[in-house]
């Protein structure tokens, strides 16, 4: 066994095409997505009603315009523009000020700033909303210093369209669905069948090894690169992105098990249909990757979408596992909520561990 | 209980395989015994595939009685692995392992401790003076020496019998004449070799050469033997002669 797995661990380390694989794409895909959304967030237009005009609020919006993030687009001078301009696609956020407001801060704390900003692309409405806050803070904070009785200013932020955010971190789940599900059954199809087609597998069969020891040592080095991966890209999305994580590592990190032993019974169901690697690439490519990025909820909302396909999304694993990562990282859910869940990615790993051994059966006999 | 002859490695009696309503193998019944190079000719579709393949337990049979290096098949399969060596066409190397670790990795699915396996491979690699590419990736390697590898690979357990499924398909005439030393001197140590090929020249090597025809042993004898019974010049004779009389085969 022991040796097995070494050999396993050599295959993929020889191979470096399979290494760029399991451990570039992830930092790409990740990075990818970070920078698009960095760059977006130079230069957003934005409106500015300004109510009272004095000089609190000249100052709090010099601060902002001069932060490099933002453009004044326009300047309103009533309330019923803000839709209008929202409407046109013009601006992405609007900062509004009500009428006195450098008074108010003295005579009845604390005061707000009103932000609409508009949430259809919801990554970057939560990005600018987040950016405001903060200049507005750091003015405060500034501002404290010298006069330390000073209120703080709230901010009332407001999402246009798209109040609940969906979407948002969406591209996190997603990818660390994608990428175990690819690593998981993809690679370990291949590598089975590639077996299959050198006729090695022949020779092992004649081993004495049993057939659950062969198995065992082709899936156990993916579980554990599978393992670090999803390590990796959490990792990156905390880091670039200030994912949440809200819920508990632990249990995160059990239900990524879960699913990667998922995925790794649909590759060696997969590989037990297929005998050349081709066979194995395409089937793991029609059969996981397009339905995963399409049908899972990743890219378009299962709401949307009509009524067969929405009852066809069930039967992907990693919608079910989306809904898993994004209960426990974002809305910080325990076992309690997500045991529906949870036990449909169990009934998939014991019905496709299931169908491989009756098939390696059939095979033999 | 019969008392097995110590002599006899391989015992078939009345095997039967069928696939639905196909009989692959029709009622066979032969000995192998040590030392022998036992040759297993037929054409395609003969059903010697499908007999090699239940002998090593890759498959099952339908019935009959069936004793290898003598262990029962059916309740003793892990014996009979423990003491047989496969090598198939298509070598059954990895590619992208170096020859040690083909070495390595082949002597530890059949349970080798690692000093026993670091001394066999010496000694096979010295037997076949290819120590100094130990450390090479296989893929570097030219195919008559893949080739040898994959039998010195197939010994590596010191099994009893040693199954080559068409051992020489795609290799040229010279590296066929030493690897049918090789096989020789795997013969004069006491290791059964049974072997099936499609070369009638590789016939004549044979202690005993057995030819299927439709599912069923034809023949069975020294290849002096049959060319004399058959009245042929050669084997090539022997075998076109026996092969025209079957149905399934061209």
């Not at chain 1, 801060?105 to 806050?133: E, F, G, R």
């Not at chain 2, 040759?39 to 009685?65: D, M, R, V, W, Y």
């Not at chain 2, 590898?149 to 590296?175: C, K, M, Q, Y």
């Amino acid at each position: 066994m022991k040796g097995f797995i070494l050999k396993e661990f050599l295959h993929i380390l020889r191979d470096k095409r399979t290494m760029l694989i399991l451990f570039g794409m992830p930092v790409v895909q990740v990075l990818l997505f970070g920078y698009a959304i960095t760059n977006e967030i130079k230069n957003a237009r934005i409106g500015i009603l300004d109510q009272s005009n004095d000089y609190v609020t000249q100052a709090i919006t010099q601060k902002i315009l001069s932060s490099g993030y933002f453009l004044a687009e326009e300047i309103m001078h009533h309330p019923d523009e803000a839709e209008d301009a929202f409407r046109k696609g013009k601006i992405k956020q609007i900062i509004i000020f009500g009428p006195d407001f450098a008074n108010m801060m003295t005579t009845s704390p604390p005061v707000s700033i009103q932000l609409l900003t508009d949430a259809s692309d919801p990554n970057t409405a939560n990005l600018l909303s987040n950016y405001t806050q903060a200049i507005v803070q750091d003015y405060v904070r500034q501002q404290q210093q010298q006069a330390p009785n000073l209120p703080v200013i709230q901010i009332e932020s407001t999402m246009q369209y798209n109040p609940e955010l969906k979407g948002v971190f969406m591209f996190v789940p997603g990818t660390i669905t994608i990428l175990l599900m690819l690593i998981s059954a993809m690679m370990t199809s291949i590598s089975i069948a590639r077996e299959k087609e050198l006729g090695t597998m022949e020779v092992l069969l004649v081993s004495p090894l049993k057939p659950y020891q062969i198995i065992l040592g082709k899936v156990i080095p993916y579980v554990l690169l599978s393992f670090i991966n999803a390590l990796i890209i959490l990792l990156l999305s905390a880091t670039v992105f200030g994912m949440p994580m809200n819920g508990s590592l632990v249990l995160l990190l059990l239900q990524s098990m879960l699913f990667i032993f998922m995925a790794l019974s649909l590759g060696i169901f997969i590989s037990t249909l297929s005998d050349s690697q081709q066979t194995a690439m395409l089937l793991s490519m029609f059969a996981l990757m397009l339905p995963t990025i399409l049908l899972s909820g990743f890219i378009f909302p299962i709401e949307n979408m009509p009524m067969p396909l929405q009852l066809l999304s069930n039967i992907m694993p990693s919608k079910w596992f989306i809904i898993i990562i994004k209960s426990i990282m974002l809305k910080g859910l325990g076992m309690m909520y997500i045991w529906k869940e949870t036990l449909i990615l169990l009934l998939m790993t014991v019905f496709f561990i299931g169908m491989s051994v009756k098939k390696f059966k059939v095979r033999l006999a | 209980m019969e008392a097995a002859d110590s002599k006899t490695v391989i015992r078939v009696r009345n095997l039967v395989k069928k696939f639905g309503s196909f009989v692959a193998n029709d009622n066979l019944n032969f000995d192998v015994e040590k030392g022998e190079i036992f040759g297993f000719l037929g054409a395609n579709g003969a059903g010697k595939t499908t007999a090699i393949k239940i002998l090593c337990g890759l498959q099952k049979p339908t019935s009959g009685e069936i004793r290898v290096a003598g262990y029962d098949i059916y309740d003793q399969a892990d014996q009979v692995k423990k003491n047989i060596g496969y090598m198939s066409q298509r070598f059954s190397l990895y590619e992208d392992l170096t020859v040690g670790e083909n070495f390595q990795f082949y002597g530890g699915i059949y349970g080798l401790k690692a000093p026993v396996i670091r001394q066999r491979t010496t000694q096979l690699l010295d037997e076949l003076g290819l120590t100094h590419i130990k450390n090479k990736i296989l893929k570097e390697i030219p195919l008559g020496w893949k080739q040898k590898l994959a039998f010195s690979v197939a010994l590596i357990h010191n099994p009893r019998i040693v199954f080559l499924d068409e051992p020489t398909g795609g290799v040229d005439p010279l590296t066929r004449r030493q690897f049918w030393e090789m096989i020789y001197s795997a013969a004069q140590k006491g290791i059964t070799v049974f072997v099936t090929t499609h070369y009638m020249d590789e016939a004549e090597y044979c202690s005993r050469v057995s030819i299927m025809v439709d599912g069923r042993i034809e023949a069975l004898d020294s290849p002096s033997g049959l060319k004399k019974h058959y009245r042929a010049e050669s084997m090539n004779e022997v075998f076109v002669k026996l092969a025209r009389s079957g149905k399934n085969s061209r």
